[in-house]
């Protein structure tokens, strides 16, 4: 009986737990504000100064990281630290946001 009951706090903890990081995810994309994103023109500028690396050199770091797949956009926003949103299409067909330190180009 005891068994039982150990395993159906297991469960209830791992679904409590579930539960706060899809709360989380859902609070930070309705926190995301679109307006955050920088223009074609501002992101080029950004690169030319050096403030930024170029998104070829994100862009680069994420097919290293994901052999195979297709980018199908790539986008500089400003929050705090800039980064880059690279949308790509894996081998298995899913569709990723990959997070990339526009600072450094690396893969977060």
Do not use: H, W
């Not at 209830?12 to 223009?39: C, G, I, K, M, N």
């Not at 569709?95 to 180009?105: E, K, L, M, P």
């Amino acid at each position: 009986m005891m068994k039982r009951y150990a395993l159906l706090l297991i469960c209830l903890t791992a679904l409590v737990a579930a539960d706060a990081r899809a709360t989380e995810v859902a609070a930070e994309a309705q926190a995301f504000d679109p307006r955050s994103r920088y223009s074609a023109d501002e992101a080029r500028s950004q690169s030319q100064s050096g403030n930024v690396v170029p998104a070829r050199v994100a862009v680069d770091n994420v097919r290293r990281r994901y052999p195979g797949a297709q980018v199908l956009d790539v986008e500089l926003v400003r929050s705090g630290s800039p980064f880059y949103i690279v949308k790509i299409l894996t081998q298995e067909g899913r569709r990723i946001d990959v997070r990339v330190d526009a600072a450094s180009g690396r893969v977060m």
